[in-house]
């Protein structure tokens, strides 16, 4: 399935008849927590029958009488409306729910496992009671494409590795053939969920085959015209990755709280000044996997603010912690250079990033020099850098950088060769930085190893002698 928007169902081109493409398929929902509540009750507020489901009994009387079984604005009114208007039903048994409906939620509890992973027995005993419910709905055929909704929060690949299995061993039937699955992450923030419900940041919608992304996307298309349809692996991950941001956002100011206190300076107003920047600090920019940060500047500014802190005695682990991780993502190109085997390198792209011929802390000079500590020859290329640009001033104090860049400043107009073509043709593998055309088209052709640090190719165009350093 490709991704992209939403395009309404065309009822003529359905090979199956479909009694779950009713314009309000009905919908079970196990697991009656924060996020199966609130599903339950807006989910019936937009029109569809709903059958609740849950082992906890208080929960499901709780649902079943119309009261909410948490404390969440708007949630008993329209769960005591869904019942008293006769949408809204729950009980204990899920194998029965799967038989009385279209379409599964799954939104169980996924606590931590005592390894510090996902803890996945929910989901998989609910999976082998849907499993059940879908063969007694085939015996009594009962001529559905029932969907299941995963929509709790899950390490990648548990969907069609965990969930999907336990489901077509239970039932007999197929995933994408006989039932459907999708995953749904749920976005919704307690204490504004039915708010959040009805105006979603975004819905994710992954799923096993376009029917199944159809039925769900039209579930949703009251709220949300515009879903985001992709393979459910990429669903899966994306939740796992917001909440991550979430929390690196939370860390990152009260880091710079911690780091103002002492200074005197009101943090609050500096993070309102930083918040106005939308070009650049709370925007799609630096967020996408690349290389090394680099340059003349956030290096030398995140060194400077972890030596005020630790001037005030103050610890900033992720503040810190970038620099380290920084290290990391270079040692890692290193380390896919080195995976080659190539005696004779290619670098294409010197400079920290394209358009520029500031040399200043660029992270593949940390590349160059460690591939040659280790007898590796070098041949490098740049668009912006020509034997006129003055290299040494540049270079002349590296005295942050590995050890072997002080020797690389001296020999740097050595390596540099006039046209692209010239280093790639003695090289064994190539190693590009920007992201040029006529880098493309070279490393193209050329067949050779390369490792890719600036995404050359998408997805669909992958070449299988290019390793990127993040995808
Ligand atoms: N709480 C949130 O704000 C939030 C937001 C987004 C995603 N999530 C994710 O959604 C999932 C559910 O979260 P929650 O906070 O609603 O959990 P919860 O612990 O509040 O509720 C889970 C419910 O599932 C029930 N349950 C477990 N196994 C069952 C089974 N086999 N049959 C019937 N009922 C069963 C439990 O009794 C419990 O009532 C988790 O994966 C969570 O990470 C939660």
Known sequence: MADGTYEPLNRAARAVPLRVIEEKPAISIVGLGYVGAVSAA????????????????????AIAAGRS?????ELGDLLNRGVAEGRISAHDDL?????DTDVTFVSVGTPTAPDGGCDDRYIRSAARAIGEGLALKKERHVDTYHVVVLRCSIPPGTTMAVMVPEIEKASGLLCGKDFGVCFNPEFLREGVAVADFRKP??????????????????????????PILCEIETAETVKYVDNVWHAVKVTFGNEVG???????????????????DTKLNLSPYYLKPGF??????????????????????VDLPMIRGAMDSNDAHIAEAIRMVRETGAKRVAVLGLAFKPGTDDLRESPVLEVIAALRAEGVEVAAHDMSITPETRIAAQLSYVTHGAPGLRALAEDLPELLVARPEDAVAEADAIIVTH??????????SSFKPTIDLVRLFSDEMALPHVDGIGW
């Open 435 to 444: 992201n040029h055309g006529c880098y493309r088209e070279l490393v193209k």
């Open 95 to 99: 194998i029965r729910a799967v038989q």
């Open 42 to 61: 807006c989910l019936s507020d937009l029109g569809h029958r709903i059958v609740g489901v849950d082992l906890d009994a208080a929960k499901v009387d």
């Open 258 to 276: 911690r780091l103002c206190k002492p200074m005197g300076v009101d943090s609050h107003k500096v993070m309102d000044i930083f918040c106005q």
């Open 201 to 226: 940041p975004k819905t994710v919608v992954g799923a096993s085959d376009d029917r199944a992304a159809r039925i769900v996307a039209r579930i949703f298309e009251p709220v949300d015209r515009n």
């Open 69 to 73: 079984p948490i404390h969440e604005h």
């Open 292 to 313: 090394a940060y680099g340059g003349s500047c956030l290096p030398k500014e995140v060194r400077a603010v972890r030596h005020i802190a630790d001037s005030h005695g």
